[in-house]
C-alpha cells in the first residue's frame, strides 16, 4: 500500500480558498487517490476520488500531475463549517477479496476562522 | 448514511471481560469494515470483510476476532478487554461499485475499559 504524506495542520480564513496536499510518492499504477472528511465525534464522509488530472464535484476539486505522486484536494471559499480533519488515501480499489481495504493516515487538520 | 448502525453505542467494561459490538447493514453491501481511532492515529484498520465468511486482518487485529455469519451483521469481539482498548470504534461499509472507493461510516461507539 501507498505510504502518504499529509501536512498535520492548516489555518484558514472564510471564504478563502484552501489546497492541501498529499504526497504519495510510491503510488502504483492501479491506485486511485481518495478524499475524506471528518468532523468531531463522526465517523469519516467521503469527499472525492480521481485517477489523473482534475476531478471535480460540488464540494471540492482533486489534482493530479502527471506523475501522480502527489494529489491537491482544493476547497474554494472555505466556511467555519468546513473545520475538520482531511484524510488522502492511495489504493487499488479495483482488487477484489482479500487486500481490499486503504490506510487513513493522521489526516490534515483543518481550521477555518473568521 | 447507507443504512449502518452499530450498537451499543457507549460501553463501559472492566478489563478481561469479554465484549462483543455489532455493525448492521440494511442495503447488501458485500465489504465492511472495523476500525479504531484514536488521539494521534487517526484510523486504524482491525479487520474488514469481503463477503460472508470471509474476512481478513487489517493493520491493528491483534486481540480482537470478527465474524460475518450473515451479510448485514458484522460483528467485531474482544475476547479479553484490555485497557489499551479503549477507543472509538467505527464500522464502514464499501459502495457496491468498482469504479469507486466510496466507504459510509456508522456512528461510532465508544468503548472505555477500566
Known sequence: ???????????????????????????ATNDYITWYQQFPSQGPRFIIQGYKTKVTNEVASLFIPADRKSSTLSLPRVSLSDTAVYYCL??????????????????TQLKVEL | DAGITQSPRHKVTETGTPVTLRCHQTENHRYMYWYRQDPGHGLRLIHYS??????????????????????????????????????????????NRNTSYEQYFGPGTRLTVT
Open chain 1, 1 to 27: 500500500l501507498a505510504k502518504t504524506t499529509q501536512p498535520i495542520s492548516m489555518d484558514s480564513y472564510e471564504g478563502q480558498e484552501v489546497n492541501i496536499t498529499c504526497s504519495h510518492n510510491n503510488i
Open chain 1, 90 to 107: 492511495v489504493g487499488d480499489i479495483l482488487i477484489t477479496g482479500g487486500g481490499n481495504k486503504l490506510t487513513f493516515g493522521t489526516g
Open chain 2, 50 to 95: 469481503y463477503g460472508v465468511k470471509d474476512t481478513d486482518k487489517g493493520e491493528v487485529s491483534d486481540g480482537y476476532s470478527v465474524s460475518r455469519s450473515k451479510t448485514e451483521d458484522f460483528l467485531l469481539t474482544l475476547e479479553s478487554a484490555t485497557s489499551s482498548q479503549t477507543s472509538v470504534y467505527f464500522c464502514a461499509i464499501r459502495l
